[in-house]
């Protein structure tokens, strides 16, 4: 037992060698850490899609574009019917939390059914 203590010891102490001739165990370089500099970048301007640039998709601009871009709906599949719309007017809202009133939400769905069918 004693004879197990001894060589745990050696092999620590051994260990501790390799370490600080690795430089592991010695203190941390002095160099100093790169300058955070501030990076500047231009974003893409938001624009409003031709589908939705006239006095009807005035209300879609209007509720659904506090979170995302307008993209979103554009780019979604056409033909998928004005269920498919209320569903997802109704997942912003009571999903992601969008704060349209429920008359609102209605006419958005109705104009985004109407608009992509
Ligand atoms: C409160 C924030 C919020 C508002 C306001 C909002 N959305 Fe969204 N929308 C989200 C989030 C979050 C996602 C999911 C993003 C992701 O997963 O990449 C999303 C995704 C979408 C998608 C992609 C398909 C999907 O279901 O993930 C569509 C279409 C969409 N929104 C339509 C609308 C419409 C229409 C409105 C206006 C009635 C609207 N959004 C308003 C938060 C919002």
Known sequence: MRGAG????????????????????????????PAAR???FTLPEETIPEDLADAEGEAVVNHC??????????????????????????????VYKAPIEPADAEAVAAVLARKFG
């Open 65 to 94: 574009t506090a979170c995302h871009s307008l993209e979103y709906l554009v780019t979604q599949p056409r033909g998928k019917g004005a269920q498919f719309w209320k569903d997802e007017v109704a997942k912003m809202v009571n």
């Open 38 to 40: 501030p990076v500047t």
């Open 6 to 33: 001894l060589i745990l010891a050696a092999t620590a102490a051994l260990a501790g060698l390799a370490m600080a001739s690795a430089g592991l165990a010695a203190p941390g370089p002095r160099g100093k850490a």
